[in-house]
């Protein structure tokens, strides 16, 4: 996204010395998937509260009215859910390992609505597999784990262990994964808020700046850094939740809001 490209490169070296970013590009991409009918019918489905007639693929979240009963939850769990997702998150770790098969990859999802659930499980099912931070591990386990994307394969194990790290947003700061990290997966755009005016895009596209800004930082050795925005969209291409999200979290206005709020 042109638009916002400056800001987002601002925002990702607020905290770091201009110098040491030199010659590092970021590289957004939206990826685009169209869900299948079927899939639609389930999006449609899910619009919980929202009276039947009023629904449609094209709905957004501030059409959500919560204190009548509209319950925006279901939705946004249906939308991580589709398998047309999964195939883009597949298809984009497949394309990065094909270009780079000993890189790292780190997949960001909003483990409130299950979306780092639905990444593990497509990712598994695909043979990529992947590492995930669990509830029940201690924090030796989870930093054990988080060590495997920080630093080179070392040892045959290594070589051989997943090049896919999920993590959910609220892991987004202060984990430093530069050093092998230089693609980004956000596998759904983050949206905290239960419809209506509730939503906070700043907060919202501040985290996600956060999530970016693990492997965008001082001490990245890669000439580029890419991040990958799954978006799905409609059987005929129209604009769902997803689309609609990613233009309020890359907003101009919201990103320099985001970028001052963080200083």
């Known amino acids: 996204n042109v638009k916002c490209q400056e800001f987002l490169d601002t925002a990702c070296t607020r905290n770091k010395a201009g110098e040491e970013m030199d010659g590092i590009e970021l590289v957004e991409e939206q990826c ?17 509260g929202i009276p039947t007639d009023k629904r449609h693929l094209c709905i957004k979240p501030e059409d959500f ?8 939850s279901r939705i946004l769990k249906q939308n ?15 394309s990065i390992l094909e270009r780079d098969p000993k890189t790292k990859i780190v997949v960001f999802a909003d483990g409130r609505i299950g979306a780092g659930e639905m990444a593990k499980k497509f990712l598994e099912d695909s043979g990529l597999g992947c590492t995930c931070l669990e509830r029940e591990d201690s924090v030796e386990t989870k930093n ?12 045959e194990e290594d ?37 209506g ?3 906070d895009p ?16 001082a001490g990245q050795t890669h000439p580029k850094v890419f991040v990958y925005r ?27 809001m985001a970028i001052n709020s963080g200083e």
Request: aromatic letters at 8%.
């Open 159 to 195: 070589s051989q262990r997943a090049r896919v790290l999920v993590l959910h947003f609220a892991h987004a700061a202060g984990l430093n994964l530069q050093t092998e990290c230089y693609n980004v997966i956000l596998f759904t755009p983050l949206y905290e808020g239960v419809g």
């Open 80 to 94: 991580a859910k589709f398998d047309s997702r999964g195939k883009m998150l597949v298809s984009t770790c497949k």
């Open 65 to 72: 009215d919560h204190t009548v009963g509209h319950d925006i």
């Open 32 to 48: 685009s998937v169209q869900m299948t009918e079927e899939e639609s019918k389930l999006y449609l489905d899910s619009q919980n």
């Open 230 to 256: 799954i978006e799905v969209q409609g059987p005929n291409k129209e604009e769902c939740f997803d689309g609609q999200l990613i233009r309020r979290n890359t907003d101009k206005e919201t990103l320099a």
């Open 197 to 199: 005016t509730s939503g």
């Open 202 to 217: 700043v907060a919202d596209a501040s985290t996600e700046l956060q999530a970016i800004g693990r492997v965008y930082r």
């Open 144 to 155: 054990k784990k988080i060590s495997w994307y920080q630093s080179g394969d070392a040892t």
